[in-house]
């Protein structure tokens, strides 16, 4: 169908609609993107607004692909579709690295702590993932330690390790180098990289570095990895490259 749409703009009352028109069809007018309200868009529908030409980046972006939650709610199992997110996590986290080392002016810790919250995901779904595959039911635990635990009882031996920097949580740490090194938030990593602070408000007491150079090494490494392990899990070489049905 999309071959078939005729995309175009709208100015209407200082908002941009973004438009599809199947008008040589069934008369089909839908809006793509707009950032004006219902009643605006209800009017542009009935043919107000000053039609305007888009450039080759808006109708690029405009006829790009789309993805659909369908097969990946229907076709995958339980511990499929937390092995493909994880994967999705990864790889998200892989792509702001390597824009980061391009271009190294938009490196600042919010963009290194949205790394660092993508790769604290990408390893507890896929822990959760591999828990699942194996005993097939859900782990309702967030803990990595935790998780890392579960794991490595399920899956004893060098073939099914990985390592991970937040295989440790901070109690034990502090136990193996008798001093305290954090508070109370930075024993919930996810919070530290998600809000950078507690629910009261109260800052991690320590210092957070990141560099997106580094941390792709251990991106790289993990998606070998994470492919090797799964493969042994389900029989089936995977893609790490897709996140989808391959998973």
């Known amino acids: 169908m999309s071959d078939m749409l005729r995309y175009y703009k709208v100015l209407l009352d200082g908002n941009v609609f973004y438009m599809a028109d199947q008008s040589q069809t069934d008369g089909l007018i839908m809006p793509i993107w707009t950032n004006g309200d219902a009643?605006?868009?209800?009017?542009?529908?009935?043919?107000?607004?000053?039609?305007?030409p888009l450039t080759d980046v808006?109708?690029?972006?405009l006829q790009a692909g789309h993805a659909s939650s369908s097969e990946f709610r229907t076709e995958l199992e339980s511990h499929e579709r937390l092995c493909a997110l994880s994967l999705a996590y990864l790889q998200s986290a892989k792509s702001l690295c390597n824009e980061l080392l391009l271009n190294e002016h938009l490196l600042s810790w919010p963009r290194g702590s949205v790394v660092y919250y993508c790769l604290h995901m990408a390893v507890e779904l896929f822990l959760k993932a591999a828990i699942m595959a194996r005993n097939g039911t859900p782990a309702k635990?967030?803990?990595?330690?935790?998780?890392?635990k579960k794991y490595r009882e399920l899956f004893p031996g060098n073939a099914y390790?990985?390592?991970?920097?937040?295989?440790?949580?901070?109690?034990?740490?502090?136990e193996a180098v008798g001093a305290t090194i954090g508070n109370a938030v930075d024993r919930k990593p996810e919070q530290v990289f998600r809000y950078?602070?507690?629910?009261?408000?109260?800052?991690?007491?320590?210092?957070?570095?990141?560099?997106?150079?580094?941390?792709?090494f251990e991106i790289e490494?993990?998606?070998?990895?994470?492919?090797?392990?799964?493969s042994l899990l389900s029989k089936t070489p995977i893609d790490?490259?897709?996140?989808?049905?391959?998973?």
């Open 221 to 230: 490494w993990l998606e070998k990895r994470w492919t090797d392990i799964w």
């Open 39 to 52: 009643t605006a868009e209800l009017r542009v529908a009935q043919g107000e607004g000053t039609r305007q």
């Open 161 to 174: 390790h990985f390592h991970t920097v937040w295989g440790m949580g901070l109690d034990d740490i502090e």
């Open 196 to 216: 950078f602070s507690g629910r009261s408000g109260e800052l991690p007491s320590s210092t957070h570095f990141f560099s997106p150079g580094t941390w792709l």
């Open 141 to 148: 635990i967030h803990s990595i330690p935790e998780l890392v």
């Open 58 to 61: 808006e109708l690029l972006r």
């Open 240 to 247: 790490p490259e897709q996140t989808g049905l391959d998973c």
